[in-house]
């Protein structure tokens, strides 16, 4: 499967815990994006790097959230001391770094705060 | 809240049917407008582009159309399958962004057999 990959697919954590979630993007897309998707929703945009360097960041990403992209491949995102509100699919897109061109999202990873 | 959420915009259509879903989008910048298809627990699924400097744009059985007068988005499916039955989302990139998309209201298409 040469898509975008998300690990895991489904998480759930209790209140006050931290999750790591993992992406794998198009092995040739330089560009890599999180989102946040609530039911019912469009994906918010969180962040976005283009190799390495992280570009971007939503006011959406409090200070519990990092995310890395350490050698311009996968990417992690964090959440520290998660809470309820927290509760969402998570997706990952990735693109060439070429102008505009179609981003290509994963299938997610749901996460449940309970 | 939350429920509001869940209240998506219906289309209803008969198998064979044409579909038309509408999208508004928000900024007169925008130059770049994706549309996509989410079936239930997946991510979204990349459908069709087009770009600011045209009108028109057609793939397999789908044509998008952009008014940028009215800062309007359509998607037209073609012979509507039950496989075709999703949210659909339009997505506009501002100029300058760099492909971050953001994201319209989805409609929720469900075709009837």
């Known amino acids: 499967d040469t898509g975008v990959s998300q690990d895991p697919r489904h998480k759930i954590t209790k209140r006050g815990q931290n999750v790591t979630f993992r992406c794998d993007p198009i092995s040739e897309h330089n560009r890599l994006y999180w989102y946040r998707q609530t039911l019912g929703q469009g994906p918010e945009f969180l962040t976005y790097?283009?190799?390495?360097?992280?570009?971007?960041k939503s006011r959406l990403l409090s200070d519990r959230f990092s995310a890395e992209r350490p050698k311009g491949s996968f990417s992690t995102l964090e959440i520290q001391r998660t809470e309820q509100g927290d509760s969402a699919m998570y997706l990952c897109a990735s693109s060439l770094a070429s102008g505009n061109t179609e981003a290509f999202f994963g299938q997610g990873t749901r996460l449940t705060v309970v | 809240g939350e429920s509001v959420g869940l209240h998506l915009p219906t289309l209803s259509v008969q198998e064979g049917d044409n579909s038309i879903i509408n999208c508004a989008y928000s900024n007169s910048a925008s130059d770049y407008f994706i549309w996509y298809k989410q079936e239930s627990g997946k991510g979204p699924q990349f459908i069709i582009d087009?770009?600011?400097?045209?009108d028109k744009r057609q793939g397999q059985r789908v044509t998008v159309l952009l008014n940028k007068t009215v800062k309007h988005l359509s998607l037209q499916i073609a012979a509507t399958q039950p496989g075709d039955s999703a949210v659909y989302f339009c997505a506009e990139t501002p100029f300058g962004a760099t492909n971050k998309l953001i994201f319209g209201t989805g409609t929720l298409l469900a075709v009837q057999p």
């Open positions: 790097f283009q190799n390495e360097a992280q570009l971007e």
């Open positions: 087009i770009r600011s400097n045209m």
